[in-house]
């Protein structure tokens, strides 16, 4: 489909109120607007970047440590090498439109045998265990249940939906609609940021 034409199919609620490159103008003006973000220091650092990163990375090895420990507790040994478990990213983060600072918010997503208690118990356990971890909160009754901690001084909100798949691979996408199919609802909700 061509952009020109105006057939690019909308996948938001409403219309894109234009769809035209942007011109000198849009182009000076965005440049202004950098320019008066990094003034008043909004911007991370490459350094900071790279520490978000490296949290990021240190948090799914947990999710994957996590998933495994759960597993071997609840399925036979031979089930338990490839399970998997897997820490997504949205929100401001995902978007690249954080700032400096800026929470992480983050989806953790774990196969069908593993569970929301097991989420608020051993892996909240596990985290409170991590030197790197303060501030650690569960807030279990929220509507959208989360575990807020600051991990290396990065602060980060997970969510948990548990998805009916036997194993989540590292190249799990959850761009199918069908991965809500028999969610229970605080999952459903908690993919809600994700989906797209």
Not at 41 to 61: D, G, H, W, Y
Not at 63 to 86: D, Q
Not at 128 to 150: S, Y
């Amino acid at each position: 489909m061509s952009r020109e034409n105006g057939d690019t199919p909308c996948l938001g609620v409403s219309q894109p109120i234009s769809m035209a490159y942007p011109d000198e103008r849009d182009i000076k003006l965005t440049k202004q607007l950098v320019e008066c973000l990094q003034s008043y220091n909004l911007f991370e650092t490459e350094e900071e970047m790279q520490a978000r990163i490296e949290v990021l990375r240190k948090v799914n090895s947990l999710v994957k440590a996590w998933v495994k420990k759960v597993s071997e507790a609840k399925l036979p040994v031979e089930m338990c090498e490839n399970v998997g478990g897997k820490l997504f990213t949205f929100g401001s983060y995902r978007l690249g439109v954080h700032t400096r600072g800026a929470d992480i918010d983050s989806l953790c997503v774990a196969p069908r045998h593993v569970d929301r208690s097991d989420f608020f118990g051993s892996f909240y356990d596990m985290l409170k265990e991590d030197e790197h971890v303060t501030d650690l909160h569960a807030v279990e009754d929220a509507f959208v249940p989360v575990i807020k901690l600051k991990y290396a001084s990065i602060e980060l909100d997970i969510l948990f939906a548990r998805l009916a798949l036997k194993e989540i691979p590292d190249d799990q996408t959850l761009d199918d609609d069908m991965l809500l199919k028999n969610l229970d609802d605080k999952s459903v909700r908690s993919l809600n940021g994700m989906m797209f």
